[in-house]
Every structure is written in C-alpha cells, then in structure tokens.
C-alpha cells in the first residue's frame, strides 16, 4: 500500500508551529536567514551545517567504523574523490579523478577504497594512508574507450575477495577477483543498472535495473540471477537492513520508495516520499539512509530539495514523519550516529554569469545570499557555475521536525490544489482552471537554441539588460526585438535546464529526471558516454511522458516539426507518421537554414489551413541561432542568428495574416541558456508570446520559467499539469489581455548577409572545425562559449567590467506574499 499520511505533516506542524516556543522561533530564524529564491521559482532554507564538496557529488561511501567517509563528484567540471573525516565533518584529501560516476566502496577493513572509472571502463582502487588516498591499482572491465562499459555501483565482498560492479552501456554485471585482477563472471543484466548491494549472508547480491523497473537477484555462489522483483520508474539507490531482511529501492521516476521482503522476494509497502499523495513526477527520490537504530528511513528526494523521513520500524506498516530542507538537487544521505550527512548536487544557490562566454584572466568572485564562489578561472559556464555541497544535520525530534517540515512546504511552488486550479484573473485568456475554454484554440510552440537575455535583449533599455554582454543585438536580431517591442517583454524569464541533454525534456515535459540530470555532465565534460534524451532512450523518460503524449490521451490534436523527431521519425510512439511533417529538416542536417525550414513548414500549414485541419498544439525546432562557430566555410554565426531571428518573424506575420490568427497563440523559447553571459543568473534566457489576446508594448517582470510557459500552453489546452514543475509554475497571464488586437506582425528583412560563410583561418576558426555540429551535446560549449567570444569580439578582445545583480523576484501587484 502507497502511504498516504504526508498530507497531514502541513496541519500537524502548523499545530507545532502555533506553541511559539523559544528554541522552535530560534530555529525558524536561522533558516530564514539562510532562504535563497532559485531561477526555477523553488526556495531553499537549508538545515544544519555545511561544507563545500565538488562538482556534482552523486555518492557518499561511509567506512565501516563512521570515522570515514568518502565523496564522489562527477559533474561537468572537474571530477574528484574526497575523503572526509566524519567526526571533524570536513574534507581531509582529495584526488582528482580523470574519469567517475557514482560507483563507490571501503573495503571492510578501510584499506582501500574503490571508485567508479566511469567511461574509462576501469575501477580504480585507492589505499587509505594516514588519511590520504594513494591510487594503488586499477581493475579493467574492458577495452579503454572502445567497448560501451560505464561502471556504476561498486560492492565488495571481502569474504570471497571480490568486487561486483554493474554497469550503465553494457547492462551487465562484473564479477573481479581482486587477487587476479580477473573478471570471473559477466552476467546480462537486460537493463541499465545503478548500483549493488549484498545480502549480510553473502548469499544474495540485490541489483537495482534503473533502466528496467526491477531489482534483480544474483547468487554469487551459483553465478546467475534466481530472481526479479517488480518494483517502479528508475530504481536507483538501495540499502538493506542489518539483518537484511528487508530492501528499501528508491524510485527516482515514481516519487516513491519500495519495501522488499527479501525472502518472500515482493514489494510490501510503497511509501509515496513527494510532499502530497499522488503528486506528478517531480521529486526524484534517489537516496536512502536508515537511522542507526533502524527506525527511521531518510529519503533524498532531488528536486525537492528536501529530505523526506519516514518511522520504517513496522516494515508493511510506516509512516509519514515529515521533512528537512537541505540543497539544491540533493542526491544522496547518509546516517552516522545521530547526524545526518546529505550531498547537494548544485549546492546552494543559482549564479549570475557575466563573465560567460568569455576567456578571464583572473580569479571572479560572485556574491550570493550563502557565501561566494569562485568562477572557473578561464569560463563561467553554467555546466560547472554551481558547486556541490554537503549538509550536516543533528537528527530532529518531531518539534524541530515540525518546523523543518513547515519550511520545505514553503519553498515549494507546488501545491496539490494547483494541478486543477492556477493563479489568474478572470475573464483572462489564459483559464484559471484545467478544462476551461480559451479563445485561443491553436498554440504554436517554437524551439530555439541555447541563448541568454543578455546575449539578445541586453541592448533593450526597457528590460533589465547588460549591453556589454549582448553579442546578438538588434542588429542581428531586429525581428525578436520588434517582437518584444510590438508585445511584450519577458526580462525576467528563466529555463529549467543547464543544457540541451535536459532541456529538450524540460521544454517538452517540464522535467528532466534522474538519469538525465546525473549523465550530461559527464557528456558535456567531454567524458565519454550517451545521454541521449529527446525521446531517444527509454530510460530517459518520464513516466508519464512527453506534452504530445498528454495531448493524445485528451484527445487534442498536435504535430510536430523537427521537435524529437531524427530525420523523418519520431522518437516516441505519439510521434508516429500522421504526427510528425516528413518534409520538415531536422536540426542533424546543420547547413540547412531555419528561412528554408520556415517555407517547408508554410507549406505543409497552408495545406492543413486549406483542409481545416491544423492541429491544436504545433512544436516547431527552429535551432540555426545554436550557430556553428568559426569554421572556414560555414554560416557565420552572425549569419545563423539572423537567419533564425528572420524565421521567426516570417512564422509570427504568417500565422498572423491567417484566417485563425483571432484564436492563435505563439510560444518561442531557448530550449536552454548555456551558450553566453547573463548578469543576472546562468539561467535568464528570451521568451516571446504573441497572440492577438497579448498585451502590446507591454514590459512584464514577473518571474516565469520554463515550466511556466508550458504550463500556459496547457490551459489553453485543457491539459492537467506533466510534472510538480509546471504544476507549481506562474502561468503568464499577465502577458495576456481579454480584449484581443487582431493587428498582424509585419516582418522586417535581415540586416546581414545569410549567406556570409567564415573565412578567416583564425585560432578560432582551428579550434571550430574540430567540434563536431551534428547534434546539440556533442561539441564542448565550455569551449565553443569561448570561440564565439573572440571570434566575434576579437582574438584579443579586452573584457567588459563584471557588472552583478542581486537575483530577485520582482512581486507583480496581487501577487501572494509566499507565491
């Protein structure tokens, strides 16, 4: 049975709450102190004490005496193995390691450590020496880079001096003998897995399938697999009890933890971790720890950013204790004693960038509400900006709990009544409620790539912009600007995701889950590996799927061109040939203009207009402003940008000299902001809604995200919210009017050669032609921000001064106080 007891923590600590005793107003101060507003609109008040890690940390490895710990860090950056003296709670070594991903282990006697060598395909093992960490050897599972291995989860076994170790790309499990160094057995496993656990009795290894909704069963004496246990979406971490009698399986996918009884081999109880019973996707449930006592169960839900807590001491029979609010994305936690260690994958707080695409020559400090961080000394890109964390906090009684609780339901958007109803105004375009009408009956939702308010709209002097870090001005981009200009302005809009591994799925499902979220930085770090999202693997795919998948349930027409789609198919099964246009050229064929994508798109809407049969939701991929750098030979990024800006604007004044442009809507966002500079956050990026229900020569400062626009376009749909994401978002109904003004957009020529090709042999143009364009994560955008800053700005170009904001929400007139 699912627990369904989590709804009543809210009442149970508001009852708490109203004691007012001194110590409870003490500890409701501090964290308030410590509030901090993230881009995507969720809050963090985080508890206890902290230290820095590293970049991503996914894994804490504790020895068996809790004197020490271990961290991995695999973010995008550097990546790293950290020793930790848990009684003194800081970091008291640290190794870089070329290659990881979460896979990590003491041995018994704490000797040695092992750690995953991610897509180098080897375990590395460390010696523990006087509390530094010497690498004594590695243990190969195959060829270098050739063979698609991917180590994960690591489990030794000392009795038999063995070390398992499943795997991500070739879905197995290794079996080393550590005195050899051999692999003696190799069992397929079917699926990606994520990590290993061995029974107290040696005589059953526990195997969490992430890719396949299972936990798999091995006996090592046998060497083969005796059983599956059915569990949900993305089974990642696990941890038995001592006797091991009963396995706790976190369900990244399903917001919800599994209860095995390891010898009946089936699940006894699901406990629901998400803040409200039957919540959509959205907490990532992707850690486990039990209390030393064992009583009670602590679950890291990630994007949460919270700690759920459980009372497990009657296995079948648990219940909700409430919750503590820790980091951003918290990714693991572990139990010592009476303190409670948890990593925060991005640590504390979101980070303007103004020094983004640029080279730097010196060490920048970035001020924030929690302390400074320092940028990369070359680059401020947003796939290592933010720094991993570790919390610390002395286990709560229920009075502290209680506060604890109030707090992660006060960070949190998300509430259960805000699935069917919204904030909004009535007589609004936009419904306040899933399954009103709108007059608007047809949403064309444009995709484009990778650009940051300031590097576009920073020259606009009625919006909160940096000139000195637009490279993309009115010049190149004078359709978007007449755009803003003619309807509204959005300076302070934000995207979901890092990079384009995510926000394909942020813009198309308003999430991004647990794989996705832990495997780009590897990718984009230039580690080896597949991410693979955009429908494109299984694994990286919410279970409820994608906005088309929604449509097709309630029966609203759609269609797509080039929007997750590789050539002429679709990636998923919504996106079959009557929803996909075969004659629209996919993003992969990158010398193809976006003007030419425009009339191929014309011509396929005409004949649908011609047969009133134009679909109520259109996805549209106009990518050309990702730019193709420097290469001799290629579009010149100026070229690309105002080819896509010209896109636009043919698509806006087309669909507004149509007969249903009185009930139209267009949508246009960056699928992410990773390529350039912002000065007010790494995430600020453009957005433009035009509709004859829009507002004209309108400014609106309210803050509105990704999840935000998707969450409008499903309200004019009739869609209940994909994910907690959109659920909790700011739909932009300030932007819409009742009255419409059904005036078309007239769209204005390029101020630039389209055709103009890069012919300078520059260093720039070099460091170009070795990236490979194909697709929109194969190429270094750390280093590709850093080509478009001197290609464009010179070789030699002088920096502009950091110019920082303060990152605020700007609180609109009837805005809520806690919204």
């Not at 004691?19 to 509030?35: V, Y």
């Not at 901090?36 to 005496?65: H, M, Q």
């Not at 936009?430 to 709108?438: A, L, R």
């Not at 050539?567 to 976006?594: E, M, P, R, W």
Request: proline content about 5%; glycine content about 8%.
């Amino acid at each position: 049975m699912r627990a369904v007891l989590i709804c009543l923590v809210f009442a149970v600590a508001t009852s708490v709450w109203a004691q007012k005793k001194p110590d409870l107003n003490k500890l409701d101060a501090e964290l308030e102190a410590r509030r901090v507003l993230l881009p995507n609109g969720w809050g963090l008040t985080p508890a206890g004490r902290s230290f820095e890690v590293g970049d991503l940390p996914l894994n804490i490895a504790v020895s068996k005496s809790g004197k020490l710990m271990a961290v991995t860090n695999n973010g995008q950056g550097t990546q790293s193995i950290q020793l930790i003296d848990a009684r003194a709670e800081k970091v008291i070594d640290k190794v870089v390691i070329p290659k990881s991903f979460y896979g990590l282990r003491f041995s018994g006697d704490e000797k040695f450590l092992f750690a995953s060598g991610g897509n180098d395909n080897w375990i590395l093992k460390y010696a523990v020496n006087n509390n530094r960490l010497v690498l004594a050897d590695s243990l190969i599972l195959g060829k270098k880079m050739t063979e698609k291995i991917s180590p994960v989860g690591i489990e030794v076994d000392d009795a038999r001096n063995r070390l398992y170790v499943v795997t991500k790309e070739s879905k197995a499990l290794h079996v080393i003998d550590l005195a050899t160094k051999a692999v003696v057995h190799k069992q397929d496993l079917g699926h990606e897995a994520y990590t290993c656990v061995l029974s107290p009795d040696r005589k059953e290894l526990y195997i969490s399938l992430w890719g396949g909704r299972q936990v798999a069963v091995y006996d090592p004496q046998a060497r083969k697999l005796t059983h599956t246990i059915p569990v949900t979406y993305n089974p990642n971490e696990l941890i038995l009890n001592k006797k091991g009698t009963f396995l706790f399986v976190a369900n990244a996918g399903d917001n919800s933890v599994s209860i095995i009884d390891t010898k009946a081999k089936k699940v006894i109880e699901v406990l629901d971790a998400a803040l409200y019973p039957n919540s959509p996707v959205g907490s990532v449930t992707n850690g486990l720890a039990l209390s030393s006592n064992e009583k009670q169960l602590y679950i890291a839900n990630a994007d949460n950013n919270c700690l759920a807590v459980f009372d497990v001491s009657e296995p079948g029979k648990s219940t909700s204790k409430g919750f503590i609010p820790v980091g951003w994305y918290p990714t693991n936690v572990r139990v010592i004693g009476k303190r409670i260690f948890a990593t925060n994958g991005k640590g504390f707080t979101s980070f303007a960038n103004p020094q983004g695409p640029q080279p730097v020559s010196r060490s920048v400090r970035s001020e924030t509400h929690l302390g400074e961080v320092k940028a990369n000394d070359r680059l401020q890109y947003i796939g290592n900006l933010m720094k991993g964390t570790m919390s610390i906090i002395d286990e709560p009684g229920e009075a502290a709990l209680s506060v604890y609780s109030k707090k992660v339901y006060a960070n949190s958007p998300y509430k259960k009544e805000k699935e069917l109803i919204v904030d909004g105004e009535p007589g609004n375009p936009i419904p306040m409620k899933v399954g009103e009408k709108s007059p608007i009956k047809y949403v064309f939702y444009v995709m484009k790539e990778n650009r940051t308010y300031d590097q576009v709209f920073g020259d606009m002097k009625e919006g909160n912009g940096d000139s000195t870090l637009c490279l993309f001005g009115e010049k190149y981009t004078p359709n978007q600007h007449k755009l803003a200009r003619e309807f509204v302005l959005f300076d302070n809009f934000y995207v979901d995701a890092e990079v384009s591994a995510d926000g394909h799925n942020w813009s198309m499902a308003a999430h991004a889950n647990d794989y996705l979220e832990k495997t780009w930085p590897t990718g984009y770090g230039r580690r080896g590996g597949t991410t693979e999202g955009m429908g494109r693997r299984q694994i990286a795919n919410d279970k409820d799927g994608f906005i088309w998948d929604f449509c097709k349930r309630k029966g609203v027409s759609y269609r797509s061109y080039g929007v997750f789609v590789d050539k002429t198919k679709g990636n998923i099964s919504a996106l079959d040939d009557q929803h996909v246009c075969a004659n629209f050229t996919t993003f992969y064929v990158n010398k193809t203009k976006d003007t030419t994508r425009f009339y191929q798109w014309k011509r396929d809407f005409d004949s649908l207009l011609t047969a009133n049969a134009v679909p109520a939701f259109n996805s549209i991929r106009l990518g050309n402003d990702h730019t193709h750098g420097l290469a001799v030979g290629q579009m010149t990024p100026y070229a690309c940008v105002a080819d896509n800006d010209l896109a636009v604007g043919l698509l806006v004044e087309h669909i507004s000299k149509s007969p249903i442009w009185m009930e139209s809507a267009i949508f246009i966002l960056e699928d992410d902001a990773q390529n350039g500079p912002d000065h007010v956050d790494a995430h600020r990026s453009t957005a433009l809604v035009i509709s004859p229900y829009t507002k004209r020569k309108f400014v609106d400062h309210t803050m509105y995200s990704t999840s935000g626009m998707l969450r409008t376009i499903e309200l004019i749909l009739g869609l209940p919210p994909m994910s907690q994401y959109d659920a909790g978002a700011t739909p932009m109904f300030r932007a819409f009017s009742a009255t419409p003004t059904l005036t078309p957009y007239q769209s204005v020529p390029a101020n630039v050669d389209l055709d103009a090709l890069n012919t300078a042999d520059t260093r720039s143009a070099r460091r170009s032609a070795e990236l490979d364009f194909a697709d929109v994560d194969r190429i270094d955008d750390n280093l590709f921000n850093e080509i478009l800053w001197k290609g464009l700005r010179g070789e030699d170009a002088v920096l502009p001064a950091p110019r920082r904001s303060a990152f605020v929400r700007v609180v609109n007139k009837g805005d809520d106080d806690d919204d």
